[in-house]
Every structure is written in C-alpha cells, then in structure tokens.
C-alpha cells in the first residue's frame, strides 16, 4: 500500500460536500417480505390495499341487549330473552318482535337486531327471562357496522410510508403476516487500534478500553438499523482489509473507527482505497470535531464503507452527519436527516474562527413558554465523550465568533422524548414570573 501523503495538503471541504460524496454512491436495499414484527421502523416498499372489512360484520359496541328500534319506540318496553350471544359466536336464531337478545361487546349483532341497549340501562327480571329497556333506542345505537374502519380497497399503506406500531395493527387485521419493506441495514462496526484492550482486564501501560465500538453498536440499534460487531483490530493494514472484506461480505454497511488520520499508523484509508479505487475519498472535512473521514463503497459488493476518526466525539459527530442519513437512505427514507428546531440559547456559545463548522453537544428542553431552550453545552473537546454523553441535541456553531446568549438558532434534535423531560426538570427557572 502506498503512502499518499495526499490528504495533509488538500483543503478542507465542507460538510455537505462529504455528504454527497457519499450519498452519490448509495444505492436503496432491495424491498423484502419481512414479518410484520420485524417491519416496525421500516420504510414500506410498496402500497397495500385492504382485503377484508373492519368490522367484518355489524357488532354490537357495548355489552346489553339487542333490539328492534321499533319495538322500543313507547320507551319502558318489557322484551323477552331468549338467549345470549358472545363476542365470537353467532346468535341460533334471528330476533323476532318483543324480542331482546342478551350481547356482548364485539358479537354479531343478531338478523332483525338495530340497536343495543347498555346493560347499565336495562332492567332485567331476576331469572333473566325477561328485560325492560327504558327508553326508545335510536336505529343504530350502541352498533358498529361492517366496514365502519376500513372498506375493502381502502389504501392502508402507502410505499414509502414508515411502519409503525399502528400499522403493524392494520395489517395484522387484514390477516397478513407479512409486509414489502426496504431492509433494514445490517451493519457491521469495528474498532482499530494497537491501544485498544481486547478484554476487560487490566491495562498496560498505554493501552485504552475500546468505547467506540459498543457506542456506535447502541447508535445503530437506536436508529433502526442491526448491528453487527466485527470486533477489534490491529492497526496492520493486511488485517484491517481482511476484517473489511468480511464485513462487505456479509453487511450492508460497515463502519470503522480509528486510522483515518495523519499518524504513521493510519492504515484505514489505504484499506479503504483498495477496496473501492475510484469511488472512494479520503476527507478533511471543515467540522469539529470530526475532521477526518475516509468514505468508499467497494468494487465488488456495492457496500458502503465509513471510516470515522478515532476519538469518541468525533466518532458520535461522523456517526450523525455522515453514517446515520446515508443509512436511512439505503433503507429507504427520504427524510434523513435529524430533525431541526429553533431553540434559544440560554447560555452564550463562544467560538474561535477556525474554518471550520463547531458541532457542540447540548442539553435542550421545551420549557414553559413553549419553546426549546439550550439550557447548558458540553465542554468542547474531541476526547471528552462523558461530557457529551448526556447531549439531546447538537448545535451547529457556524465559522466566526459564535452566539450570544438569548440568541434563537437552529438545533438538531437527537432524542425528541428528552426535549419533554429536560423541560419539566427546568420548572422552577423557567417558569414565567
Ligand atoms: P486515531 O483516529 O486512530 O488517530 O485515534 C484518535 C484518538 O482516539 C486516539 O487518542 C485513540 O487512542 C482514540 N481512540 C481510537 N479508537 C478508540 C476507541 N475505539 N475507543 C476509544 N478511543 C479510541
Ligand atoms: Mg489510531
């Protein structure tokens, strides 16, 4: 593998044009049929058009007694029972005049039957034989008819639309096991070092303990997409390669950390040139933290690979601004990216010039005069990852002096459920006086 020393002089370049570099090679993954249970959080691949009715059949509503509305129109009319019908079975016989059949919620609403009338209204003799309804039932009270929810046809399922907890509901009530989704990107994670400790054993001297790796597996899992650990490895290139291919082999995508950089260690992106040739990028790019990052998608198999830089801040910011929306493009949805607020700063966000666009790591909450405030930032440093670690949102400090407290800017929200709870933990400042 040559040493190109290449990419210590090449300017740096924006953070959208990293972005596209790799967004122009990304190809959608193929749609599957996958089990509904499986298809939470993907993206449908194709429409799906109702089958059966919902309801499949009128029903009664309530637990009480089926009538003819037209025998109750005098209103405190005695009707006799001649037998009960349960959700999930069918009543023997139509319901004759002067006539109530005792129902329950979900059975079949009896032929001849209109009406229910709650069993909280009804007054019914000792023996059960007889029952008094006590006031005149509208036609179709207390019933719910075939079709009221969906009607054969109906479009449940537009392509392109994400599963979520509902729909899995819909099409398990159409009968259908499975769904047309995108698949969800299996992606494996490996971590490079000669520093990195491969157990949990104590340390020699210089040795870390390996943080990239399991943060960027919880990453992927809380993004929807499967993580697959590919474990630890040498900083040799002939090693990395082999862990690399494997993973193309079996993975949508796959994501590294460490050796991106300048040091005389930095194998990845020669590895990452190899694998993919043309289609492949080694980057300066104007973003701190995360100024390195190597992109390639290989010759043989199409796969997307990401080489973050080595420290854990670095590695969360790749991870949001390069890895996180191009997988949501291979499983297929259009909105990638994380979703921006306005919030006001209720602390100021100072800044060097530098060239370089500032990621800063945030505590946001919606407080009481409804809108988002940054309540407090981490300490900036590309190693300082437990002072991130509580970050719900990131924001995007552009080149100059920075923000002045009371300034409205945009945010990127990472965890939307904490903007709530940052909120109310902020009662007591926040409150208008
Ligand atoms: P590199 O990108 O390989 O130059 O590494 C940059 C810094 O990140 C060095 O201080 C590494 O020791 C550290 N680093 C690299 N990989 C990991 C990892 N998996 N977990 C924690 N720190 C790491
Ligand atoms: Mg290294």
């Known amino acids: ?99 109530a059949m005792r129902i329950m919620t979900g059975a079949p609403l009896p032929v001849g039957a209109d009406a229910v009338c709650m069993i909280e209204e009804a007054t019914v003799d000792a023996d059960g034989a007889h029952v008094v309804v006590p006031r005149p039932m509208g036609r179709g009270e207390n019933v719910r008819r075939a079709g009221d929810d969906v009607v054969v046809g109906d479009r449940l399922v537009d392509a392109g639309v994400v599963i979520g907890a509902g729909l899995v509901g819909v099409l398990a009530g159409q009968g259908l096991a ?76 796959v994501v590294s950390t460490g050796g991106v950089s300048v040091g005389d260690a930095d194998h990845v992106k020669h590895v990452l040139t190899a694998l993919c040739g043309e289609r492949s990028r080694t980057m300066r790019v104007a973003v701190r933290p995360g100024k390195p990052f190597a992109f390639g998608v290989t010759r043989d198999e199409g796969v997307p690979l990401f080489g973050l830089a080595g420290n854990p801040v670095s590695t969360m910011v790749g991870y949001e601004l390069f890895v996180r929306p191009a997988l949501r493009r291979r499983a297929g949805f259009t909105d990638v990216e994380r979703p921006r607020v306005t919030a006001v700063l209720d602390v100021p966000l100072e800044r060097q010039k530098d060239g370089k666009l500032q990621i800063v790591f945030a505590t946001a909450g919606v407080h009481h005069d409804g809108r988002v405030h940054v309540t407090s930032v981490a300490r900036a440093g590309s190693h300082l990852l437990n002072a991130v670690a509580s970050a719900n949102a990131c924001v995007p400090v552009p080149d100059g002096p920075g923000f002045a407290a009371g300034e409205v800017v945009p945010v990127m929200v990472l965890d939307a459920d904490a903007l709530f709870a940052n909120g109310r933990a902020d009662t007591d400042t926040a409150a208008p006086t």
């Not at 009319?77 to 139509?94: F, I, K, T, W």
């Not at 650990?229 to 990395?240: C, P």
Request: glycine fraction near 8%.
């Open 1 to 99: 593998l040559t040493t190109s020393r290449d990419e210590t002089t090449r300017v740096l370049i924006e953070v959208a044009e990293a972005q596209s570099f790799v967004h122009q090679w990304l190809t959608r993954l193929s749609p599957v049929e996958a089990p509904l249970a499986d298809a939470l959080g993907c993206v449908a691949s194709e429409s799906v058009d109702a089958r059966e009715a919902v309801p499949g059949f009128d029903n009664s509503a309530m637990d009480g007694y089926a009538v003819r509305s037209s025998d109750t129109t005098d209103g405190a009319v005695r009707l006799s029972v001649p037998e009960a019908v349960l959700a999930g079975d069918v009543a023997s016989a139509a319901l004759a005049p002067g006539e």
């Open 178 to 253: 499975l769904v047309s989704v995108y698949a969800r990107p299996r992606v494996g994670v490996l971590s490079t070092g000669h520093e990195l400790a491969t157990d949990a054993g104590a340390l020699r001297p210089g040795q870390i303990r390996d943080s990239n790796r399991p943060m960027l597996l919880a990453l992927l899992r809380r993004s929807g997409f499967e993580p697959v650990d590919l474990g630890t490895v040498e900083d040799d290139a002939r090693e990395i390669e082999g862990r690399f291919r494997e993973g193309a082999a079996t993975c949508d995508a």
